[in-house]
């Protein structure tokens, strides 16, 4: 299917179906977005729309990933669904399809697609965030499987996770000693405590696995092949994740365009809108290199620095232009401002941090050398 006729197809449908497509107003906490999302996720996964860019081993309808792009894009740019939530199967599902066993991953996939699984994804740990290589959650052999021992952080959703891709070292020191794993997460051993942020949600979680027994079959890929697998699933997070997180922003930003009432406040406004069609210009090339089977490689850190720059320039221009709102409205409509604007204030950290993606813009696209 094309683009154009599949984008077409998406916002017929979307229009035809209205209200039915809109969470119910009242419950603003991360367990009733999930529900909506799964709700969401059956309705369109049963009309189809779900399953275009998928493959059909998968219980995809094949195509373009830029279709799945696509309806990101429709849906987050109309606030049907939250970006952070909607992610998960993007960043997760095309590595599981990649690097599973095919056996396993052919029959649990439909349900991920279908929104009767989430899963959630097990990188970073206290003593290792952006630094992931020096991990210290161990996978040892035992039998026909592997023992897993060691703690989580920032997981986000994983209380509500069937299944988690958790990174352990079975191997040497450093990245080349990782592996990858596909665990579920009623398995006994395995706790996620829910992080109540500063935006006032429990979306992320410390999750601790204490004598995980895991079988041989979730090992991910090859035996400390898990940093592959790693950056794998980082380019997926900077190709159709970031899209749709461009088309959440676009939609907030529309949303201040009423409030811009003096030369001022329509600067701040103009440079938030400068900031975030520069990422969309960048994104856009990234979209299409990925439609063609290229995922980006270091190139896709300028994407990461983009996004977040955009990200924080759109609610800082919230703050500004919604006088008080963000600061003592507790409505719905302030909640919701509020929540956005400090989720905002990590977007230069979750997923690398800015320092780094511009480390690594210097050293491996721009050929400069390192500091002493």
Not at 130 to 154: C, H
Request: aromatic content about 8%; overall charge negative; proline content about 4%.
């Amino acid at each position: 299917m094309q683009v154009h006729d599949f984008r077409a197809g998406v916002r017929d449908w979307i229009d035809t179906r209205g209200d039915e497509l809109v969470a119910a107003l009242g419950d603003d906490s991360v367990a009733a977005q999930l529900d909506h999302q799964r709700r969401l996720q059956r309705m369109l996964f049963d009309a189809g729309w779900m399953r275009w860019g998928w493959a059909t081993r998968l219980g995809g309808f094949g195509g373009s990933p830029i279709l799945r792009a696509a309806l990101g894009e429709e849906l987050t740019g109309r606030a049907l669904v939250h970006t952070a939530s909607w992610s998960m199967h993007e960043v997760l599902g095309p590595a599981a399809a990649e690097f599973g066993r095919p056996e396993l991953i052919e029959e649990i996939f439909p349900r991920l697609l279908r929104g009767d699984e989430f899963w959630c994804q097990g990188f970073s740990e206290p003593d290792a965030g952006s630094d992931l290589g020096s991990l210290r959650t161990t996978a040892i052999r035992q039998g026909d499987g592997w023992l897993i021992n060691g703690e989580k952080l920032w997981t986000s959703f994983a209380q509500h996770a069937t299944r988690c891709v958790v990174l352990a070292r079975t191997g040497e020191p450093g990245s080349r000693g990782i592996s990858a794993f596909l665990v579920d997460m009623d398995t006994p051993g395995v706790t996620a405590s829910p992080l109540r942020t500063m935006a006032d949600v429990d979306e992320f979680c410390s999750t601790s696995l204490i004598d995980v027994q895991v079988p041989a079959h979730r090992l991910l890929g090859e035996i400390n092949g898990g940093w592959q697998i790693a950056q794998y699933i980082l380019s997926c997070e900077r190709g159709p994740i970031f899209w749709q997180r461009g088309a959440w922003l676009a939609h907030h930003l529309g949303m201040l365009l009423g409030a811009a009432h003096d030369a001022a406040s329509q600067t701040t406004l103009g440079e938030a809108y400068e900031m975030l069609w520069a990422f969309r210009a960048q994104s856009k090339a990234t979209q299409d290199r990925i439609a063609v089977g290229d995922l980006p490689g270091p190139e896709a850190s300028v994407d990461k620095v983009l996004i977040a720059a955009a990200d924080q320039a759109v609610f800082d221009a919230a703050r500004e232009l919604l006088s008080g709102v963000i600061e003592v409205d507790d409505t719905p409509r302030g909640r919701a401002w509020r929540r956005e604007w400090a989720y905002s204030r990590a977007a230069t950290i979750y997923g690398g941090t800015s320092e780094i993606q511009k480390d690594i813009i210097a050293t491996r696209l721009l050929g400069l050398p390192r500091s002493a």
